[in-house]
T-cell receptor, first 110, second 111 residues
Framework: EPEVTQTPSHQVTQMGQEVILRCVPISNHLYFYWYRQILGQKVEFLVSFYNNEISEKSEIFDDQFSVERPDGSNFTLKIRSTKLEDSAMYFC????????FGSGTRLTVV | SQQGEEDPQALSIQEGENATMNCSYKTSINNLQWYRQNSGRGLVHLIL?????REKHSGRLRVTLDTSKKSSSLLITASRAADTASYFC???????????FGTGTKLQVIP
């Protein structure tokens, strides 16, 4: 069964550093999403992406965040200057007729 | 209440018992999905029920949907210790819009 692949599975970074989280969506899917889950809390929507554009973003997705589909296969989430409160599990999802989520990247900001 | 609010927040049962979790939502949906998440791990898709369906089964899982009450329930029959996890409902309004997750039910199955 096709999968959404996320790398790395766990990333530790210093506060203030930039991080890039990578996702490879299912190849024929056209809609892509990032969600995050702070430990012990619910899964929250960050941003949706279609046709090389952001189609919707939440208030969490401020100027520190950006998304890109640099090469037609990868879908990346960049956090420019990480804060302690960015520590969370980040999930990528892609959609055709149904959602498929990746297994997540655990980001720890120290 | 929020879109996708679940109860109970936590549930502890003995192995072999049934576990029922409920999800209520506010806006109209195209479908509703249930996910499992083991502690600190990824989301595992369990089952999807469309707005025109009332009940769906998958193995030991039974999901119901009542669109008039804007609620869904997930029943796990004959629970096992391995079912210990958090369970989330997620509402999909359709049209490639975002899904919205509920607050989750933390299930503990005691061997």
């Amino acid at each position: 069964e096709p999968e959404v692949t996320q790398t790395p599975s766990h990333q530790v970074t210093q506060m203030g550093q930039e991080v890039i989280l990578r996702c490879v969506p299912i190849s024929n899917h056209l809609y892509f999403y990032w969600y995050r889950q702070i430990l012990g809390q619910k899964v929250e929507f960050l941003v949706s992406f279609y046709n090389n554009e952001i189609s919707e973003k939440s208030e969490i997705f401020d100027d520190q965040f950006s998304v890109e589909r640099p090469d037609g296969s990868n879908f990346t989430l960049k956090i420019r200057s990480t804060k302690l409160e960015d520590s969370a599990m980040y999930f990528c999802a892609s959609m055709d007729y149904g959602y498929t989520f990746g297994s997540g990247t655990r980001l720890t900001v120290v | 209440s929020q879109q996708g609010e679940e109860d109970p927040q936590a549930l502890s049962i003995q192995e072999g018992e049934n576990a029922t979790m409920n999800c209520s939502y506010k806006t109209s949906i195209n479908n509703l999905q249930w996910y499992r998440q083991n502690s600190g791990r990824g989301l595992v898709h369990l089952i999807l029920i469309r707005s025109n369906e009332r009940e769906k089964h998958s193995g030991r899982l039974r999901v119901t949907l009542d669109t008039s009450k804007k609620s869904s329930s997930l029943l796990i029959t004959a629970s096992r210790a391995a079912d210990t996890a958090s369970y989330f409902c997620a509402t999909d309004p359709g049209g490639y819009q975002k899904v919205t997750f509920g607050t989750g039910t933390k299930l503990q199955v005691i061997p």
